[in-house]
């Protein structure tokens, strides 16, 4: 059926069109009748309304990345649009699929220096799939609908929509058309490709799997376990693959590269196969490159194919659907026991634990150990940046996808809140904890009113050592103890922070106290801030120092 309808509720029916149910947004001048659309269509479309326009972009990302659906942020134009931006980068670096859509100066006034214009196409250009800017109405729904497919399809990415306000306004016919279907990445490698690929792996004797973020996309999993297991090869996994392969599998040896556990980074570098799948060879991972995996031939099974080569020669290259290829390979490579290697292996787990002093004082990583136990691994964890993130990463077990979300691409602190009410939102079967540093959770904190006011039951765990842990530990370690503007102890009572805004919080200062503190956020009905007053010398091990291989790491005396 036919319609004539203003373009703010064109825009809204295509919204619906794709599913969505939930968008995190600010109003303003240039989005008034977006809003008042929103309005009209209240009891279809949940509108959150955050504090800051960067907390509705990481809250879209949160839901994305915990949904496997598209976040959807809205802000006004100028410095509403401009808030958008970390989020929207955030999300870029990370390949999470989001559409940011943002209000404009009514086409009249563009190129004017008009009140509140800015060129958010130009600004975000570098940090989007795509971006477009709508001047005429009955373009509307046609630039929406390809923003959705542009998000999904190949390798995700946020995407962004620039409405002029008097478009929003304008009245045209509108006709509903279902959501289209993405098309399935084809594999794009060759028959020959795989059987060269099939014959390595055949004949190496110390194979060892990375697993990057691109598996959680490509819902393969599954595909890599079975892989995996028939080859008999340990595997490691990229900050942004935790969960891809189960952290509680005898083949899982943990985190690779710069904070790698010494077992992964000895394993790296003594292997004669290296195979590589969704992951992009980033600087954490590889850091001194001409020493990464000196002795390995490399396979590479990535959906993009401008990331093969970019950061390290690779000898085998497959390209396109992930869940194909890995079904593929694991029809063509024969069983394999690796029987010296996985004892090497072993030994190398069994020398080599992820180790913390256990002296009655209050630690990160017991408290992490704490919410695992306490959760049963099940809860989802979002992190903002530095140290804490780190010791969330090591001492969590995440034996599902989607578990673990953080910003890993664009480190970006102040991300967490945001995100883990947009993870509790998105799934709130659910438990979601944020773990977050002192000076990440200060950057964002004023989301704790949004999380009041929709009851959302996130528990924020903040590791308060008083200052910027991670940059204060390099300059520990890299700078001889000059700590240049890392000191944060501003007298800040996180605990009466929390209860100003409408929320829980609790002091832990002692070991014995976290249990019951965590038990108790557990079932608590809305945020809950626990501060943990942690030593502003813990340090996170093991750590790779700039330039060195990742085999040459400083570790924990033992």
């Given at each position: 059926?036919?319609?004539?309808?203003?373009?703010?509720e064109?825009?809204?029916e295509?919204?619906?069109?794709?599913?969505?149910?939930?968008?995190?947004?600010?109003?303003?001048?240039s989005?008034?009748?977006?809003?008042?659309?929103?309005?009209?269509?209240?009891?279809?479309?949940?509108?959150?309304?955050?504090?800051?326009?960067?907390g509705?972009?990481?809250?879209?990302?949160?839901?994305a990345?915990?949904?496997?659906?598209?976040?959807?942020?809205?802000?006004?134009?100028?410095p509403?649009?401009?808030?958008?931006?970390?989020?929207?980068?955030?999300a870029?670096?990370?390949?999470?699929?989001?559409?940011?859509?943002t209000?404009?100066?009514?086409?009249?006034?563009?190129?004017?220096?008009?009140?509140?214009?800015?060129?958010?196409?130009?600004?975000?250009?570098?940090?989007?799939?795509?971006?477009?800017?709508?001047?005429?109405?009955?373009q509307?729904?046609?630039?929406?609908?390809?923003?959705f497919?542009?998000?999904?399809?190949?390798?995700?990415?946020?995407?962004?929509?620039d409405?002029?306000?008097?478009?929003?306004?304008?009245?045209?016919?509108?006709?509903?058309?279902p959501?289209?279907?993405?098309?399935?990445v084809?594999?794009?490698?060759?028959?020959?490709?795989?059987?060269k690929a099939?014959?390595?792996?055949?004949?190496?004797?110390?194979?060892?799997?990375?697993?990057?973020?691109?598996?959680?996309?490509a819902?393969?999993s599954a595909?890599?376990?079975e892989?995996?297991?028939k080859?008999?090869?340990p595997?490691?996994?990229?900050?942004?693959?935790?969960?891809?392969?189960?952290?509680?599998h005898?083949?899982?040896?943990?985190?690779?590269?710069?904070h790698?556990?010494?077992?992964?980074?000895?394993?790296?570098?003594?292997?004669d196969?290296?195979?590589?799948?969704?992951?992009?060879?980033?600087?954490?991972?590889?850091?001194?490159?001409?020493?990464?995996?000196?002795?390995?031939?490399?396979?590479?099974?990535?959906?993009?194919?401008?990331?093969?080569g970019?950061?390290?020669n690779?000898?085998?290259?497959?390209?396109?659907?992930?869940?194909?290829?890995?079904?593929?390979?694991?029809?063509?490579?024969?069983?394999k026991e690796?029987?010296?290697?996985?004892?090497?292996?072993?030994e190398?787990?069994q020398?080599?634990p992820l180790?913390?002093?256990?002296?009655?004082?209050?630690?990160?990583?017991?408290?992490?150990e704490?919410?695992?136990?306490?959760?049963?691994?099940?809860?989802?964890?979002?992190?903002?940046?530095?140290?804490?993130?780190?010791?969330?990463?090591?001492?969590?077990?995440?034996?599902?996808?989607?578990?673990?979300?953080?910003?890993?691409?664009?480190?970006?602190?102040g991300f967490?809140?945001?995100?883990?009410?947009g993870?509790?939102?998105?799934?709130?079967?659910?438990?979601?904890?944020?773990?977050?540093?002192?000076g990440?959770?200060?950057?964002?904190c004023?989301?704790?009113?949004?999380?009041?006011?929709?009851?959302?039951?996130?528990?924020?765990?903040?590791?308060?050592?008083?200052?910027?842990?991670?940059?204060?530990?390099?300059?520990?370690?890299?700078?001889?103890?000059?700590?240049?503007?890392?000191c944060?102890?501003?007298?800040?009572?996180?605990?009466?922070?929390?209860?100003a805004?409408?929320a829980?919080?609790?002091?832990?200062?002692?070991?014995?106290?976290?249990?019951?503190a965590?038990?108790s956020?557990?079932?608590?009905?809305?945020?809950?801030v626990i501060?943990?007053?942690?030593?502003?010398?813990?340090?996170?091990?093991?750590?790779v120092p700039?330039?060195?291989?990742?085999?040459e790491?400083?570790?924990v005396?033992?």
């Amino acid at each position: 059926m036919i319609m004539k309808l203003t373009g703010a509720e064109i825009l809204i029916e295509c919204l619906k069109e794709q599913g969505v149910d939930t968008i995190f947004g600010f109003p303003g001048g240039s989005v008034l009748n977006i809003y008042d659309a929103l309005y009209k269509y209240r009891d279809e479309i949940r509108h959150i309304l955050t504090s800051h326009e960067q907390g509705a972009s990481h809250a879209a990302d949160g839901y994305a990345r915990a949904t496997g659906r598209i976040g959807v942020c809205l802000a006004t134009s100028g410095p509403g649009a401009t808030n958008l931006v970390t989020g929207i980068a955030t999300a870029y670096m990370d390949s999470i699929p989001m559409v940011a859509i943002t209000g404009q100066v009514p086409t009249s006034l563009l190129g004017k220096d008009s009140f509140q214009e800015v060129d958010i196409i130009g600004i975000t250009l570098p940090i989007t799939k795509h971006n477009f800017i709508v001047k005429d109405v009955k373009q509307l729904a046609k630039t929406v609908r390809a923003a959705f497919k542009i998000a999904r399809e190949g390798r995700q990415g946020p995407v962004l929509i620039d409405i002029c306000k008097d478009v929003t306004a304008a009245v045209t016919e509108y006709k509903y058309v279902p959501a289209s279907k993405i098309d399935e990445v084809p594999v794009a490698a060759t028959e020959e490709d795989m059987l060269k690929a099939a014959e390595v792996i055949n004949q190496c004797s110390r194979p060892i799997i990375l697993a990057g973020g691109g598996v959680i996309p490509a819902d393969a999993s599954a595909e890599l376990v079975e892989f995996a297991t028939k080859i008999n090869t340990p595997v490691t996994t990229t900050l942004m693959g935790l969960g891809v392969f189960p952290g509680s599998h005898p083949l899982f040896t943990g985190l690779v590269g710069m904070h790698g556990t010494k077992t992964t980074n000895l394993a790296v570098s003594a292997s004669d196969l290296f195979i590589a799948v969704g992951a992009r060879f980033s600087d954490r991972v590889i850091s001194n490159v001409k020493k990464f995996a000196p002795d390995a031939k490399i396979i590479h099974i990535d959906i993009d194919p401008a990331e093969v080569g970019k950061n390290i020669n690779v000898q085998y290259p497959l390209i396109g659907n992930l869940k194909k290829i890995l079904k593929a390979l694991t029809d063509k490579v024969n069983p394999k026991e690796n029987i010296e290697w996985i004892k090497q292996i072993d030994e190398w787990k069994q020398n080599y634990p992820l180790i913390y002093t256990d002296d009655h004082i209050l630690r990160p990583q017991f408290i992490m150990e704490k919410i695992c136990e306490l959760t049963n691994g099940q809860a989802i964890i979002t992190t903002e940046v530095g140290q804490h993130q780190i010791w969330a990463a090591q001492f969590y077990k995440y034996n599902e996808p989607r578990a673990f979300i953080s910003s890993g691409g664009l480190g970006t602190m102040g991300f967490g809140l945001g995100a883990s009410m947009g993870a509790q939102i998105g799934r709130p079967d659910k438990k979601v904890f944020n773990i977050a540093g002192d000076g990440s959770f200060r950057m964002n904190c004023n989301e704790l009113a949004t999380a009041v006011e929709y009851k959302l039951p996130i528990v924020i765990v903040i590791m308060n050592n008083r200052v910027l842990g991670m940059v204060r530990q390099w300059q520990s370690l890299f700078y001889d103890e000059r700590y240049s503007q890392t000191c944060l102890d501003r007298c800040t009572d996180f605990v009466k922070l929390a209860e100003a805004y409408g929320a829980a919080g609790v002091n832990v200062t002692r070991p014995e106290e976290v249990e019951d503190a965590i038990k108790s956020a557990l079932i608590a009905n809305g945020p809950v801030v626990i501060n943990c007053e942690i030593d502003k010398d813990e340090k996170v091990y093991p750590i790779v120092p700039p330039g060195a291989p990742i085999n040459e790491l400083i570790d924990v005396d033992r």
